[in-house]
């Protein structure tokens, strides 16, 4: 995986990891936050309902209310003034103040306010509460969501551009000859790509300086043991002319064949020092083996016909 795809998806997970712990971290604010908004609403609920004008009378009066998003009851001494119709005539048994209870069949946030002979309580249901939250953490998280993909667009572009100076140094390097020694010249304004072209070009400098010596080093070799071999040539030559022992004939016959075999290796490595492997290579091109077969088939066609056995 090349760089520019590691750094991309390492900021994109990062985002997204962010995105994540913010909307968990929202959601529990806005219920929080929530929680205390829709309490002090059920004070002042509460607050307006206790000083309602409701005489004592036979029958309570029954408020219907079916979306059930508030319900109330409203006490005194005992006996029911007003209250929702999906709440029972019994009294609901809570202390004062602010608790969370089963009512009328749901989870619901209770409040219960007292004040002389008169006691209201209003109940609202948690699930309102939850889609509070979720409705202001989606509005608020929403736009980010959907900015993602813009922003790995975005960050995917800037890694590019951040990333220009390696890209160009790597099809610089790529674009080199094997033995194009020259240094790097380019003048670059990155302090984290000027030590890499200060190394290279030191690397460059070593290795031709190594490469010469290698390549000197060999031709000068080849080029003194000439000189000895050739004398060595001539004396084991006159010296094997004047032997009459066969013995000491084979003798200098052998040592005249190492040295040939060692002129050859002086030779070989005087060629090796005048050529270079790329000068070889800029010659090589593809062949054809199906073509160079029917080629040598054919030239060497009365050879092998007269080559089959006969029947």
Same mark, same amino acid.
């Given at each position: 995986?090349?760089?520019?795809?590691?750094?991309?998806?390492?900021?994109?997970?990062?985002?997204?990891?962010?995105?994540?712990?913010?909307?968990?971290?929202?959601?529990?604010?806005?219920?929080?936050?929530?929680?205390?908004?829709?309490?002090?609403?059920?004070?002042?609920?509460?607050?307006?309902?206790?000083?309602?004008?409701?005489?004592?009378?036979?029958?309570?009066?029954?408020?219907?209310?079916?979306?059930?998003?508030?319900?109330?009851?409203?006490?005194?001494?005992?006996?029911?003034?007003?209250?929702?119709?999906?709440?029972?005539?019994?009294?609901?048994?809570?202390?004062?103040?602010?608790?969370?209870?089963?009512?009328?069949?749901?989870?619901?946030?209770?409040?219960?306010?007292?004040?002389?002979?008169? =006691?209201?309580? !209003?109940?609202?249901?948690?699930? &309102?509460?939850?889609? %509070?939250?979720?409705?202001?953490? #989606?509005? /608020? @998280?929403?736009?980010?969501?959907?900015?993602?993909?813009?922003?790995?667009?975005?960050?995917?572009?800037?890694?590019?551009?951040?990333?220009?100076?390696?890209?160009?140094?790597?099809?610089?390097?790529?674009?080199?000859?094997?033995?194009?020694?020259?240094?790097?010249?380019?003048?670059?304004?990155?302090?984290?790509?000027?030590?890499?072209?200060?190394?290279?070009?030191?690397?460059?400098?070593?290795?031709?300086?190594?490469?010469?010596?290698?390549?000197?080093?060999?031709?000068?070799?080849?080029?003194?043991?000439?000189?000895?071999?050739?004398?060595? =040539?001539?004396? !084991?030559?006159?010296?094997?002319? &004047?032997?009459?022992? %066969?013995?000491?004939?084979?003798? #200098?016959? /052998? @040592?005249?064949?190492?040295?040939?075999?060692?002129?050859?290796?002086?030779?070989?490595?005087?060629?090796?020092?005048?050529?270079?492997?790329?000068?070889?290579?800029?010659?090589?091109?593809?062949?054809?083996?199906?073509?160079?077969?029917?080629?040598?088939?054919?030239?060497?066609?009365?050879?092998?016909?007269?080559?089959?056995?006969?029947?």
């Amino acid at each position: 995986m090349s760089i520019r795809k590691r750094l991309t998806l390492i900021l994109l997970s990062m985002m997204v990891l962010t995105c994540f712990l913010a909307l968990v971290k929202g959601y529990q604010k806005s219920m929080h936050h929530g929680e205390s908004l829709l309490d002090d609403e059920l004070k002042i609920v509460a607050g307006v309902l206790i000083e309602q004008p409701l005489a004592l009378s036979t029958d309570a009066v029954q408020v219907s209310n079916n979306s059930a998003q508030l319900l109330y009851q409203i006490w005194q001494n005992n006996n029911l003034l007003s209250g929702s119709s999906s709440l029972t005539n019994n009294q609901i048994s809570f202390s004062e103040g602010f608790q969370t209870a089963n009512v009328a069949g749901q989870r619901m946030r209770v409040f219960v306010m007292s004040k002389n002979t008169r =006691k209201v309580i !209003v109940a609202e249901p948690m699930a &309102k509460r939850f889609e %509070l939250a979720e409705a202001v953490i #989606l509005s /608020a @998280m929403l736009p980010m969501l959907w900015a993602v993909p813009l922003l790995a667009i975005f960050i995917s572009f800037f890694v590019k551009y951040a990333l220009a100076p390696l890209t160009r140094l790597s099809k610089q390097l790529a674009s080199r000859q094997a033995n194009d020694f020259t240094p790097i010249n380019w003048q670059v304004t990155d302090e984290e790509i000027k030590p890499v072209i200060n190394r290279l070009n030191d690397l460059f400098k070593r290795v031709e300086t190594a490469y010469l010596r290698e390549r000197f080093f060999a031709s000068d070799a080849a080029h003194e043991l000439r000189t000895p071999l050739s004398s060595l =040539k001539i004396n !084991v030559h006159n010296l094997a002319n &004047k032997q009459s022992n %066969l013995q000491d004939h084979q003798e #200098l016959q /052998a @040592m005249s064949q190492g040295i040939n075999r060692l002129s050859n290796i002086v030779e070989q490595m005087l060629i090796l020092g005048r050529t270079q492997p790329e000068q070889w290579q800029r010659q090589f091109s593809e062949q054809s083996l199906l073509t160079i077969t029917q080629q040598v088939v054919s030239e060497q066609y009365d050879k092998i016909d007269r080559k089959k056995p006969n029947h």
